[in-house]
């Protein structure tokens, strides 16, 4: 079986993760598959790219019938593998949007936070479960969960495996917004609206806004107004800026 499946829709990268009978547990040839996506598609200039999974589940979390006889060295090369391949999607060229369709729990929860908004379904279920099958979080969960909504909040979700529904999930700043229709339609949706803007503006307000963990406010603000500077390089900018005082639309390009 494919355990992703890929599809390009007005230029927006569709991922769909394939396990469905196994609630889309994350295995290594899963880990493997979309590792090599995300690189194919890393300069493929796309708007904006979607991650989901078929059937009733996001991601479950990894797969427990590979993990369960791995050794410490054996467990700590997954957690790397994933962790690599996460990275990938988190430092995607385009914006990403996690369409969350029902479980996503452990690996499945780390999976989506790597992008760069989160959409809940109605029956999305968040969590970081793994100290209760006597582990912990290996794909990121420790690190990011503390960034997205501070560092009490994803101590007590972590230590006592507890799992969140839509609703808590968008209170606690984990997801952005709860759809009350199908999620995958509200990202391509979402996805839309940004493609519809500069593509060069949009990638650069992503890797401006990536840089705020790692630079302090003065290092943030002076790379803001490096990439500002950028933009009135591009024909998009003088494009832009030319729709507006005619009062049409612009037809960007990426240049």
């Known amino acids: 079986m494919t355990v992703i499946l890929t599809e390009i829709k007005d230029n927006i990268g569709i991922v769909r993760l394939n396990r469905p009978k196994a609630l889309n547990a994350i295995n290594g040839a899963m880990v493997s598959a979309l590792e090599q996506v995300l690189i194919e598609w890393q300069d493929a200039g796309l708007s904006a790219l979607i991650l989901t999974g078929e059937g009733r589940a996001f991601a479950a979390g990894a797969d427990i019938s590979q993990m369960s006889t791995y050794t410490a060295a054996e467990a700590e090369l997954f957690a790397s593998r994933g962790q690599r391949a996460l990275r990938c999607l988190e430092h995607f060229s385009a914006p990403t949007i996690a369409a969350v369709n029902g479980f996503a729990l452990g690996g499945g929860c780390e999976l989506a936070m790597c992008c760069d908004i989160i959409l809940a379904g109605e029956k999305a279920l968040f969590g970081q479960p793994e100290v209760k099958l006597g582990v912990i979080p290996g794909f990121g969960g420790t690190q990011r969960l503390v960034r997205r909504v501070g560092r009490q909040r ?42 519809a803007n500069g593509p060069v503006a949009v990638r650069l307000v992503k890797r401006t806004v990536d840089a705020t963990d ?24 003088t494009e832009g800026m030319t729709a507006f005082l005619e009062k049409r639309s612009a037809n960007f390009t990426g240049a």
């Open 154 to 195: 994803a101590f007590e979700l972590m230590v006592t495996g507890r799992n969140v529904k839509s609703d808590e999930a968008v209170a606690m700043g984990l997801a952005m917004e709860k759809s009350e229709g199908p999620v995958l339609d509200a990202a391509l949706t979402l996805a839309g609206r940004i493609a």
């Open 214 to 237: 790692r630079l302090d406010i003065d290092s943030g603000l002076a790379l803001e107004a490096s990439n500002f500077g950028l933009c009135f390089a591009t024909a998009d900018q």
